[in-house]
Nanobody, 117 residues
């Protein structure tokens, strides 16, 4: 079992910043992929950014240059620093863990990010 607990969402004005955190605990093995997805109302869940246990990082084109994913292995925590937020970034953001060894996926409960003036 793997548990993911997110924090850091909220309401922010356009152009503002937020940092999301996700503490991941339980049966964590390498290789793995940890990342962030988001789902806006009426839309499918989409990948925002992911970081592989070997260090490779991917960001969706829509957030490149504005969002940064990072990982603190000592704290078993991943972060998503979101700058220059836009109204279209409004969504529920989900932390995600994928085990490449066993092929299973776990999700956090989601945290709401609302970008509005």
């Amino acid at each position: 079992q793997v548990q993911l607990v997110e924090s850091g969402g909220g309401l922010v004005q356009p152009g503002g910043s937020l940092r999301l955190s996700c503490v991941i605990s339980g049966s964590i093995f390498s290789p793995n992929v940890m990342g962030w997805y988001r789902q806006a109302p009426g839309k499918e869940r989409e990948l925002v950014a992911a970081i592989i246990s070997g260090g490779n990082i991917n960001h969706a084109d829509s957030v490149k240059g504005r969002f940064t994913i990072s990982r603190d292995n000592a704290k078993n925590t991943i972060y998503l620093q979101m700058n220059s937020l836009k109204p279209e970034d409004t969504a529920v953001y989900y932390c995600h863990y994928h085990s490449r060894m066993f092929g299973y996926d776990y999700w956090g409960q989601g945290t709401q990010v609302t970008v509005s003036s």
